[in-house]
Structures are given as structure tokens and as C-alpha cells.
């Protein structure tokens, strides 16, 4: 008789689900929870059901994806803001906005904003803003976005991230 084969893991057995199961809290289906998994986005365990040893998921992680699945993209935050994109990407890389990228991107690519987050930031933003007519010289936010993405990619030291 040959001893049990334990597979080490950090999640307890009983919080492990079925990709039945992670289909229905994610409401994707098995092809991108399979493609997710193998992109290395969400976290794979094996169970035994049956006898038969098949892919497992941490119900925590799941439920954690399907939090941030209807956060607004990047894209239309900046667009709502009126930055280009590369601005709020920027905001999010100094965590001046919530985001998230993995584990969910095969199930919808792209960088996500937590709503409120952008909203708080949209609302500081409002309050704090100076009339153009105010300013010596004004320079628009885009242009200053594009400035600083240009000067990162000529290898300015001050702009590094």
C-alpha cells in the first residue's frame, strides 16, 4: 500500500472549487478560466472528485476577481477625466488611483480603475483647478502628460518609475 500524495497549498481543501463552480462566480466560461490559468492569472490547485484528480480554484481569489470585473477600463476613465491614457496609467503607477491588472486580464484585458477611487481623484482634481485665465502661460494636462511620457522614453532621470 503506498502512502497518500498530499499536493501542498496555501488554500484549506473545503475553500477549492470546481471549474463548474468558478464558471457560475465569474460568470465566464471554462475556455477563459482554462486560458486565465494558463496565463498564469489565476491560481491553479488539483482536487480529487471521484477519484479523479481535476483543476481546483480558490473561491477567495474568484470572488476577488469579480469585484474589479465591472471597474471601468483605463481608457474610459481617461477619457471621462480628459487625460490621455497614458496619464491615468501614470496616476495609477504612483497609486494616486485604485487599479488592477492581473489576475483577470484574460477575462477582460486591459488596466481596470476601482470606481470611486477615479471619482475621488476626478473630485480633488475639480476642487483644486485654477482657471486657465489665471495662469501665465497655461499648459494643458495632455500636453504635460505627453511631455513626461516623451522625456521617460529619452531617458531623463527624473522621470523614471
Keep these: 500500500m503506498h502512502a497518500a500524495i498530499t499536493l501542498e497549498g ?9 471549474e463548474k463552480e468558478a464558471e457560475r462566480i465569474l460568470g465566464a466560461g471554462t475556455r477563459a478560466i482554462r486560458s486565465a490559468r ?18 481546483a480554484y480558490s473561491r477567495g481569489e474568484l470572488e476577488a476577481i469579480v469585484t474589479t470585473l465591472d471597474w471601468p477600463s483605463a481608457s474610459a476613465v481617461a477619457k471621462r477625466i480628459g487625460l490621455p491614457l497614458n496619464g491615468v496609467e501614470q496616476l495609477c503607477a504612483m497609486n494616486e488611483i485604485v487599479w488592477s491588472m492581473a489576475p483577470h486580464r484574460t477575462l477582460k484585458p486591459g488596466l481596470t480603475v476601482k470606481p470611486d477611487s477615479s471619482r475621488e481623484f476626478e473630485n ?19 500636453a504635460a502628460m505627453r511631455g513626461a511620457a516623451a522625456a521617460k522614453r529619452d531617458g531623463y532621470p527624473f522621470c523614471d518609475s
Excluded at 494558463?38 to 483543476?55: K, L, S
Design 10 to 18: 496555501d488554500e484549506p481543501p473545503e475553500q477549492l472549487v470546481d
Design 38 to 55: 494558463a496565463e498564469g492569472h489565476v491560481q491553479c490547485f488539483f482536487a480529487v472528485r471521484g477519484g479523479r484528480m481535476v483543476p
Design 124 to 142: 480633488a482634481l475639480r476642487k483644486s483647478a485654477i482657471p486657465a485665465s489665471h495662469i501665465d502661460n497655461p499648459v494643458t494636462l495632455t
